[in-house]
């Protein structure tokens, strides 16, 4: 069954940390594109991090620059976006996607993408 499921989502404090993880199975991901996207409530869904093998390519969205890490783990299959100094307008469900495709992952293009995952909520509050 081809699926990618997330994981370590949550509450926590602003200025705190999370780290997430996103596992593929069915296949391997080191020939996909792989995206983190979030979605708040009322606003529409946004590309936050990406990585792409096949243009080198890792890209972050200026509102997380500096702050969040997006790193894989092709022994695992999986991967992760660690969080740092987390801000409540981070705040959102987060999603993992990957596709196969050649161009910069930074366009965040939807329908690029073959899988999704479930999603996770990550809440910053105090």
């Known amino acids: 069954q081809v699926q990618l499921v997330e994981s370590g989502g949550g509450l926590v404090q602003p200025g705190g940390s999370l780290r997430l993880s996103c596992a593929a199975s069915?296949?391997?991901?080191?020939?996909?594109?792989i995206a983190w996207f979030r979605q708040a409530p009322g606003k529409q869904r946004e590309g936050v991090s990406c990585?792409?093998?096949?243009?080198?390519?890792?890209h972050y969205t200026d509102s997380v620059k500096g702050r969040f890490t997006i790193s894989t783990d092709m022994a695992k299959n999986t991967v992760h976006l660690q969080m740092n100094s987390l801000k409540p307008e981070d705040t959102a469900v987060y999603y993992c996607?990957?596709?196969?495709?050649?161009?910069?992952?930074?366009?965040?293009?939807?329908?690029?993408?073959?899988?999704w995952g479930q999603g996770t909520q990550v809440t910053v509050s105090s």
């Open positions: 996607a990957a596709g196969r495709f050649s161009y910069y992952c930074s366009n965040y293009i939807f329908d690029a993408y073959d899988y």
């Open positions: 069915g296949f391997t991901l080191d020939s996909y594109s």
């Open positions: 990585i792409s093998s096949s243009v080198g390519e890792i």
